[in-house]
Nanobody
Framework: QVQLVESGGGLVQAGGSLRLSCAAS????????MGWFRQAPGKEREFVAT????????LYADSVKGRFTISRDNAKNTMYLQMNTLRPEDTAVYYC????????????????WGQGTQVTISS
């Protein structure tokens, strides 16, 4: 079955960096667009970034543009999110997700989801 497993979360101070990973199995990774979403306590899950199946195109939420970088290594069936200049408002559970076809920032368009990894930014 399809599995998406996130890792790399943790506690860092504001201004610091983290790199999240999402390891995929059970699917043909090279045919799936992938995305990162996050959910803070008491808030809805929101779009962070997405990348095409080939890795050639990306899309970011305005709140993370210029600070976060999404990438993927199709040889390793793994997607990444490099997060720099982190802020307390970036604190959330971060989820990776996969979908067939084109990139899309809409949560409901994704077929598969990971369990999430906690990211906490202290001020």
């Amino acid at each position: 079955q399809v599995q998406l497993v996130e890792s790399g979360g943790g506690l860092v101070q504001a201004g610091g960096s983290l790199r999240l990973s999402c390891a995929a199995s059970g699917l043909t990774f090279t045919t799936y667009a992938m995305g990162w979403f996050r959910q803070a306590p008491g808030k809805e899950r929101e779009f962070v970034a997405t990348i095409t199946a080939s890795g050639g195109n990306t899309l970011y939420a305005d709140s993370v543009k210029g600070r976060f970088t999404i990438s993927r290594d199709n040889a390793k069936n793994t997607m990444y999110l490099q997060m720099n200049t982190l802020r307390p408002e970036d604190t959330a559970v971060y989820y990776c997700a996969g979908k067939r076809g084109a990139v899309n920032p809409l949560r409901r368009s994704y077929d598969y989801w990971g369990q999430g990894t906690q990211v906490t930014i202290s001020s």
